[in-house]
């Protein structure tokens, strides 16, 4: 998903407090290192966050922090561009009762919405101090100006990304790509299908990847991932296809044939009915979007 274009800063609060973040569709993180509060996502119920606790949001929806007893409600527009310095909540004077470290991020990848669909809403991590260490680092990073800074910092946004996943509860977790890989006769057939796209996949085949008999395979495969198995074939092989296309610098055959399609004709049918458009348009398309 390539994430990058780091920001991040520390944010404290006092006595009691509440602010209401809009909105935001990018991936927001946030790491407790002192206190306790409430966060309540929307539509879901609220959550209690204690210092060593570690949240992430793919996608960053509505979503209200505040002390257990809430102030009166403050609404951030979180698309506005804030401080550099640590944001304080409530009470201004004397110390704060809470503090955090919070940042976001963006994914690069062109089809990162289809991966992102795929992950859980939230992630709440409690008692994970390598994420903890891990949040002190960027924040550091974030403050320095020196050779390599940007490269660090989104070193430090990739492992952090992958060990939130890694820790990421998912056996209560609605159906996903974390769902799936967590299964391990469907992560078997995931890991097969992702090393190897060129070949003439098959549920039949899948299946005995898995060790399953095609029915079990094709039911629990569905309601781990939230697809059908072909379904995923195709929205893995059309992610890939769009990277290659967006770096321009294979031929419309050879993308083909990278992604598992017998011919430049059969890959165009299928990624026009898939993304609304022939490949050679969206290629052509790829630095307009870019200088958007």
Same mark, same amino acid.
């Given at each position: 998903?390539?994430?990058?274009?780091?920001?991040?800063?520390?944010?404290?609060?006092?006595?009691?407090?509440?602010?209401?973040?809009?909105? @935001?569709?990018?991936?927001? @993180?946030?790491? %407790?290192?002192?206190?306790?509060?409430?966060?309540?996502?929307?539509?879901?119920?609220?959550?209690?966050?204690?210092?060593?606790?570690?949240?992430?949001?793919?996608?960053?929806?509505?979503?209200? %922090?505040?002390?257990?007893?809430?102030?009166?409600?403050?609404? *951030?527009? !979180?698309?506005?561009?804030?401080?550099?310095?640590?944001?304080?909540?409530?009470?201004?004077?004397?110390?704060?009762?809470?503090?955090?470290?919070?940042?976001?991020?963006?994914?690069?990848?062109?089809?990162?919405?289809?991966?992102?669909?795929?992950?859980?809403?939230?992630?709440?991590?409690?008692? %994970?101090?390598?994420?903890?260490?891990?949040?002190? %680092?960027?924040?550091?990073?974030?403050?320095?100006?020196?050779?390599?800074?940007?490269?660090?910092?989104?070193?430090?946004?990739?492992?952090?990304?992958?060990?939130?996943?890694?820790?990421?509860?998912?056996?209560?977790?609605?159906?996903?790509?974390?769902?799936?890989? !967590?299964?391990? /006769?469907?992560? !078997?057939?995931?890991?097969?299908?992702?090393?190897? *796209?060129?070949?003439?996949?098959?549920?039949?085949?899948?299946?005995?990847? !898995?060790?399953?008999?095609?029915?079990?395979?094709?039911?629990?495969?569905?309601?781990?991932?939230?697809? /059908?198995?072909?379904?995923?074939?195709?929205?893995?092989?059309?992610?890939?296809?769009?990277?290659?296309? &967006?770096?321009?610098?294979?031929?419309?055959?050879?993308?083909?044939?990278?992604?598992?399609?017998?011919?430049?004709?059969? @890959?165009?049918?299928? @990624?026009?009915?898939?993304?609304?458009?022939?490949?050679? /348009?969206?290629? &052509?398309?790829?630095?307009?979007?870019?200088?958007?």
């Amino acid at each position: 998903m390539r994430p990058q274009a780091v920001f991040s800063k520390g944010i404290s609060a006092a006595g009691e407090w509440a602010v209401e973040y809009s909105d @935001f569709g990018r991936p927001a @993180f946030a790491a %407790m290192t002192m206190g306790i509060c409430r966060l309540t996502v929307a539509g879901q119920d609220p959550v209690t966050i204690k210092a060593g606790d570690f949240v992430l949001m793919p996608t960053t929806p509505r979503f209200t %922090m505040s002390s257990l007893d809430p102030g009166p409600l403050r609404r *951030i527009d !979180a698309r506005t561009v804030p401080p550099k310095h640590e944001v304080r909540h409530g009470r201004q004077e004397g110390p704060p009762d809470m503090r955090q470290f919070g940042g976001w991020f963006d994914f690069a990848a062109p089809d990162a919405d289809l991966l992102v669909a795929l992950l859980p809403q939230m992630i709440h991590l409690r008692g %994970m101090p390598r994420l903890a260490q891990l949040v002190q %680092m960027l924040g550091e990073e974030a403050a320095r100006d020196e050779a390599g800074h940007d490269l660090i910092l989104v070193r430090l946004v990739e492992i952090l990304l992958i060990e939130a996943l890694r820790a990421a509860p998912t056996e209560t977790a609605a159906p996903g790509l974390m769902r799936g890989l !967590a299964d391990q /006769r469907i992560s !078997a057939a995931l890991r097969s299908l992702h090393c190897d *796209i060129t070949r003439a996949w098959t549920v039949p085949d899948l299946a005995e990847a !898995a060790g399953m008999s095609r029915s079990a395979f094709f039911e629990r495969f569905s309601r781990m991932v939230g697809s /059908r198995p072909m379904e995923y074939l195709t929205i893995w092989r059309m992610s890939v296809a769009r990277d290659l296309l &967006r770096r321009g610098s294979l031929a419309l055959d050879e993308v083909a044939e990278r992604v598992g399609y017998s011919s430049a004709s059969t @890959f165009s049918t299928a @990624f026009r009915r898939h993304t609304g458009e022939p490949p050679g /348009r969206y290629m &052509r398309a790829v630095p307009t979007r870019a200088g958007a």
